[in-house]
């Protein structure tokens, strides 16, 4: 598959399991599904169906995009096992990017997720420009984020995956700022320190 550069785009960080390919920097598909409690289950089954669907197989992927969390600690975790032994199977790119910034396609995005507790996991990004790294923050501090970034525009993952395609074309610009990593041995989960 020479003429192709089928990337993968996979993040488990919540119970949504989203699945995006490119093709040359291009949105070709996507899935989003959820899976709750069940993504060990389904998940290998999932991407293998999913890249059947364009008559593709692990071996035809040129890259892998893969979200590291922060995040629900077996879904990350289940993603990344994946990742890791498709790398270890086949010398592959594998660009990890924070879960958070894997869905900021907005021009100025604040994304966030719950991190139970009123808390929120948090990150705000310009493009490919992080403003504030991934964090946890008391849900009452929301606000000097929403006074500091008043044009940002609020997404969850699970607001963000109703519109895969704008997912896939911010995944695709940022693609040409990540660094592959060079081990696949050191793609780990972002984990996030608890507030003291």
């Given at each position: 598959?020479?003429?192709?550069?089928?990337?993968?785009?996979?993040?488990?960080s919540?119970?949504?399991?989203?699945?995006?390919?490119?093709n040359?920097?291009?949105?070709?598909?996507?899935?989003?599904?959820?899976?709750?409690?069940?993504?060990?289950?389904?998940?290998?089954?999932?991407?293998?169906?999913?890249?059947?669907?364009?008559?593709?197989?692990?071996?035809?992927l040129?890259?892998?995009?893969?979200?590291?969390?922060?995040?629900?600690?077996?879904?990350?975790?289940?993603?990344?096992?994946?990742?890791?032994?498709?790398?270890?199977?086949?010398?592959?790119?594998?660009y990890?990017?924070?879960?958070?910034?894997?869905?900021?396609?907005?021009?100025?995005?604040?994304?966030w997720?719950?991190?139970?507790?009123?808390?929120?996991?948090?990150?705000?990004?310009?493009k490919?420009?992080?403003?504030?790294?991934?964090?946890?923050?008391?849900?009452?501090?929301?606000?000097m984020?929403?006074?500091?970034?008043?044009n940002?525009?609020?997404?969850?993952?699970?607001?963000?995956?109703?519109?895969?395609?704008?997912?896939l074309?911010h995944?695709?610009?940022?693609?040409?700022?990540?660094t592959?990593?060079?081990?696949?041995?050191?793609?780990?989960?972002?984990?996030?320190?608890?507030?003291?």
């Open positions: 598959m020479t003429t192709n550069s089928f990337v993968l785009v996979i993040d488990s919540t119970p949504i399991l989203f699945l995006g390919l490119l040359k920097g291009q949105p070709v598909d996507s899935l989003v599904e959820t899976l709750d409690r069940q993504q060990s289950e389904w998940m290998v089954p999932k991407v293998i169906s999913f890249l059947l669907r364009h008559q593709l197989k692990m071996s035809d040129q890259a892998i995009v893969v979200g590291d969390g922060p995040g629900s600690f077996t879904g990350v975790r289940l993603s990344l096992t994946l990742v890791k032994t498709l790398g270890l199977l086949k010398p592959i790119n594998v990890p990017i924070s879960s958070l910034h894997l869905f900021a396609f907005d021009l100025l995005s604040a994304v997720m719950d991190a139970r507790g009123e808390r929120m996991y948090l990150g705000v990004y310009e490919a420009k992080v403003h504030v790294a991934p964090m946890i923050l008391e849900m009452r501090h929301k606000k984020i929403v006074d500091t970034y008043p940002a525009t609020w997404i969850t993952p699970a607001s963000a995956c109703q519109q895969p395609n704008l997912i074309s995944v695709a610009s940022l693609i040409k700022s990540l592959p990593l060079k081990d696949v041995h050191l793609l780990n989960p972002r984990y996030l320190k608890d507030l003291t």
